[in-house]
C-alpha cells in the first residue's frame, strides 16, 4: 500500500440510518436519552418525530471508512467534532483525505483530515485521525 | 434550575470509582453491525467500543454523567468532541481495568441568559500489568436555558 499526502480514503456509505439499530446501541450504551429512540419526544422538541442518530454511531460510520482502507488494526487516533446531526433516513458518506505521513518510532503514520456528510450537504463529523499504514 | 459556578468546577479532578468490562462477542456483533460493518477479524472490537467500554468500565454509566453536572434533562446535553487514542486494538472477550475522571470545566454565559457547562472527562483502559491499551478523551455541554 502506497500512501501520499492528497489521497483520498475512499467514500463509505450508509443508504439509510435506521430507528432500529439507533435502539440496539441505546441499549448497549444504555443511553437514556429519549431523542435517541422516542418519536414522541423527538416531535415535541421540534424534529418532526424524527429520532437523533448517537454521535458515536455516527462517528463509526467514518471508522468503517478509516478500516476499509488501512486495514482493521491500523486505527491509532480520532479527534472529532459534530457540527449537524443525523436523524432517521438520513443517507451519510463518510470519506477522508491524507494531510500528512510521518515516522515514529519505525511506525508509518497517516494523518487524515475525515468527515461525516449527509446527503443535503450538511456536515455531521469533522476531524482528525491518525492511521498506521502497513509496513 | 441554578448551579453554580463553584459546584462545577469541584468536580474537577473527581475520579470515578474504577472497575473492569469485558466486551462479549454478542456485543461486539451487534455493535459492530450497528454500523453497517462487517465483523472485524480475530477478535477484534469494533473501535466505537471506546465511547461507552470506558464510562461503564469506569463503574458510571451515562446517567451518572449528566446527574453528576446536574443536567437539566436528558435532552439538554450535546456533545462537543471526543478524542480517542488507540494504543492497542480492543478485542472482544478480554476483561480490560479503566480509570479516569473529570479533568476540565469551563462556562460559558451567553446573552440570553443560558448558561453552558462543559465537563472534559479523560478515562484510560488497561490491560494485564498495567498496559495502557486506549484513551477516551471528551467533552459534554450542558445546556441550563434561562427561564
Same mark, same amino acid.
Given at each position: ?27 448497549i ?107 | ?22 466486551i462479549e462477542p454478542w456485543e461486539n456483533f451487534l455493535l ?13 472490537a469494533?473501535?466505537?467500543h ?24 436528558? #435532552?439538554?446535553? *450535546? &456533545? ?7 494504543? $492497542?486494538? %480492543?478485542?472482544e =472477550?478480554? @476483561? ?14 451567553? #446573552?440570553?441568559? *443560558? &448558561? ?7 478515562? $484510560?483502559? %488497561?490491560?494485564? =500489568?498495567? @498496559? ?16
Amino acid at each position: 500500500m502506497t500512501v501520499k499526502v492528497g489521497d483520498r480514503i475512499p467514500d463509505w456509505t450508509l443508504d439509510r440510518v435506521t430507528p432500529e439499530r439507533m435502539r440496539t446501541v441505546a441499549a448497549i450504551f444504555r443511553d437514556p436519552n429519549p431523542v435517541h429512540w422516542d418519536r414522541e419526544f423527538s416531535q415535541r422538541v421540534g424534529l418532526a418525530g424524527r429520532v437523533v442518530n448517537q454521535s458515536p454511531l455516527n462517528l463509526g460510520y467514518v471508522v468503517n471508512a478509516l478500516l476499509a482502507w488501512s486495514g482493521p488494526e491500523s486505527l491509532r487516533r480520532l479527534r472529532v467534532e459534530f457540527p449537524a446531526p443525523v436523524l432517521d433516513g438520513d443517507r451519510v458518506t463518510a470519506g477522508g483525505v491524507v494531510k500528512a505521513i510521518r515516522s515514529q518510532r519505525g511506525r508509518v503514520l497517516a494523518e487524515c483530515e475525515v468527515w461525516l456528510d449527509r446527503d443535503d450537504g450538511q456536515r455531521a463529523v469533522q476531524g482528525i485521525a491518525v492511521v498506521e499504514l502497513p509496513g | 434550575m441554578v448551579v453554580s459556578e463553584g459546584e462545577m468546577r469541584a468536580l474537577i479532578g473527581q475520579a470515578f470509582p474504577g472497575g473492569t468490562y469485558r466486551i462479549e462477542p454478542w456485543e461486539n456483533f451487534l455493535l459492530t453491525e450497528a454500523t453497517g460493518a462487517d465483523r472485524l477479524p480475530e477478535g477484534l472490537a469494533h473501535p466505537i467500543h471506546l465511547f461507552h467500554v470506558p464510562i461503564a468500565g469506569v463503574g458510571v454509566g451515562i446517567a451518572d454523567l449528566f446527574a453528576l453536572a446536574q443536567a437539566p434533562s436528558d #435532552a439538554s446535553v *450535546t &456533545i462537543d468532541y471526543y478524542d480517542w487514542e488507540f494504543f $492497542e486494538p %480492543l478485542r472482544e =472477550s478480554l @476483561r480490560y481495568a479503566m480509570r479516569g475522571g473529570v479533568r476540565d470545566h469551563e462556562r460559558t454565559p451567553h #446573552a440570553d441568559g *443560558t &448558561i453552558v457547562d462543559s465537563l472534559t472527562y479523560c478515562i $484510560e483502559v %488497561l490491560a494485564e =500489568s498495567d @498496559r495502557l491499551v486506549a484513551r477516551a478523551t471528551f467533552r459534554w455541554h450542558f445546556w441550563r436555558f434561562a427561564e
